[in-house]
Each structure stands twice: as C-alpha cells, then as structure tokens.
C-alpha cells in the first residue's frame, strides 16, 4: 500500500463471509472496491480511501461540508445494506480509519467482544418506528370538544378563553407522553429488542415527533411489527398521530456495549 | 396515512441515516482520530440547514 492512502472501516462480518456481497457496492470514495479484511473469526469490510480526503486535517475540514458529508453518510450506509438480510453484519459508527490493513487485523484481534456481538444479531433486523403528532389537528379538535354555547363577552370571557388554553396545552402534553409510552410498549412486543431514542425536535410544519425508536425484530416476523404500527394506526390516527415505518437497517442501535446486558 | 410533503419526508429519512450512522454503531478509534466535538457540531449544523430548507419551502408555499 502505498502512503497516499489508508483504510476505511464500515463494519464487521464473519470471517467466512463470501467477499462478493459487497461487488456491488461502491467504496466511500467513490471508486475503490469493497473488501474483507480477516483475521481470527471475524472480517472488517473495508475499503481504501484517500489520504487528501480522509486524513486528520482534511476530514476535520469536510466535516463541516454537509453536502460532503451527507454523500458520505449514504455510502457508509449502502456498503453495510448490502449485507442486511444476507448475513450477520456488526455496524461500525462512521469514521473508523486505519493506516494499513495490518492494522485492522489487529483491531480485530484485539476486540473479541466483535465476534460476541455478531452472535449476539444473528438473524434479527432492526427497524425504526416514528410517532408523528399532528399538533394543530389536535389542538383544534380539544378546542373544539370545549366549546360551550353561553354567550360571555369581554373579561369573562378571556379569562374562560385563557383557561380553556392552559387546560388543553396540559391535555395535549398528557396525551403525548401517553401515546409514545403505549406506542413503544406496543411495538416492543413484536420485537426481540427495542430502544427509544429521544425525539427530534418538532419541525416546522408543527409535527411533533413522539417516538423515536428502534426494533430488533428476527428475520421472518417483519409482519408482526408492521401488524403492531397498524394497530396503532387505528387507535391513535383519529388524535393526529402517525406512524412511519423505515428498515431494515444495519442493527446500529443494537451494536454497541449498552446492548450487551 | 401521512400528508408529508416529500420534501419533508426525504429530511426526515436523511436526519433519520445521519443520527445511525454518526451516533450509533460501534465506536472503535481508529489510527485517524476523528474529533467527535467536530462531528457533533456538523451533525447540528447539518439539521439547522434542513430546518432552513424547510422553512424556506414552507414561505414559498405559503
């Protein structure tokens, strides 16, 4: 190898994956092919990268260009991709850069918790579940429900108005928090593992995310998540809420330490 | 089931790919460090930008 380049590390594999999963997939810089790098029981999917673009000082520096980054996030994202579904994959968190391949065996060497993991997600697949609030279509169907026929004017009536307010910002709080409990309860029943991250903040069409969260669900009962987002549908459509669905992913949520207990 | 403008949806699955695969996975420090103040900074960055995005296209429509 020569010193214009090093390696990039987007995750790990058994070491008797078939090296023609990823002949499909394009390296993070755009050109080099995707290999495996072995040693013990466990390969690196790696790929080479160069020095001008991936190095301390650079990185630093494209790191701030989200149109550089965004391209590169993708990438990382499609190489693992190729493998979900396929086989056993262990996501690596973006970044992981080694100066030589001999190198990398010796990060693996050195980390036998990698095999244990790999194990450990053998046949599961993660999804992601998002609860979305419409916040303006429940407001106006709580302000609607308290709406009353006496016909007050001037203080009294602000002061009812203001009360009314109060009382369906409480609501709506109370109904969030609610929601996202029953939804995550709900859904985790359909999974081996589940996790909720915190929401996103609310975006600008005011949609308020309730529920961010991740599932571990095994090969073959995909259904019953997607069964647990419809019934969820149904129970919680009519107050404005709605769920997105996304995955399989790489298991990400399910890869580090804090998933080992 | 949803009314999201595609717009919308389409930021919500890149916020959605940037926080695996920025946040999750594991971590291993690799002989190029990479500083994680940067990245969160990006990361922050990254999202103040599609709000914008976002807020733009909602003048437009509006």
């Known amino acids: 190898m020569t010193p214009t380049e090093a390696i990039y590390v987007y995750g790990v594999v058994r070491g008797g994956t078939a090296p023609d999963l990823f002949a499909d997939v394009g390296g993070i810089d755009g050109r080099s092919p995707v290999r495996l790098v072995v040693a013990d029981g466990t390969a690196a999917i790696t790929s080479a990268v160069p020095l001008s673009e991936f190095d301390a000082e650079p990185l630093e520096r494209n790191l701030k260009d989200s149109g550089w980054l965004e391209r590169k996030v993708h990438a990382h994202n499609d190489v693992l991709a190729a493998a979900v579904g396929k086989t056993v994959v262990l996501p690596l968190r973006f970044g992981a850069i080694y100066t030589s391949e001999e190198h990398v065996r010796e990060m693996l060497r050195a980390s036998p918790e990698l095999a244990r993991r790999l194990e450990r997600l053998d046949g599961l697949l993660e999804f992601g579940v998002k609860g979305v609030l419409d916040a303006a279509a429940l407001r106006s169907r709580l302000a609607d429900n308290g709406v009353d026929d006496a016909a007050d004017t001037g203080g009294r009536a602000y002061m009812l108005q203001k009360q009314r307010e109060r009382g369906i910002a409480e609501e709506m709080r109370a109904f969030a928090a609610a929601c996202a409990d029953a939804s995550h309860e709900r859904l985790s029943q359909a999974a081996e593992d589940a996790t909720a991250n915190p929401a996103q903040p609310s975006d600008v069409a005011g949609r308020e995310m309730l529920l961010n969260g991740a599932y571990l669900v095994r090969a073959g009962r995909e259904q019953q998540l997607g069964d647990a987002v419809r019934e969820l549908e149904e129970r919680f459509g009519a107050d404005g809420v709605s769920y997105e669905l996304t995955g399989p992913w790489p298991p990400y949520n399910f890869a580090g330490e804090e998933a080992e207990s | ?62």
């Open chain 2, 1 to 62: 089931m949803t009314s999201n403008s595609p717009a919308l949806q389409q930021e919500v699955a890149l916020i959605e790919l940037v926080d695996r695969v920025l946040n999750k996975g594991v971590a291993l420090t690799g002989d190029i460090t990479l500083s994680v103040a940067g990245v969160d900074l990006v990361y922050v960055g990254l999202r103040l930008l599609l709000a914008s995005v976002g807020t733009l296209e909602q003048l437009e429509r509006d």
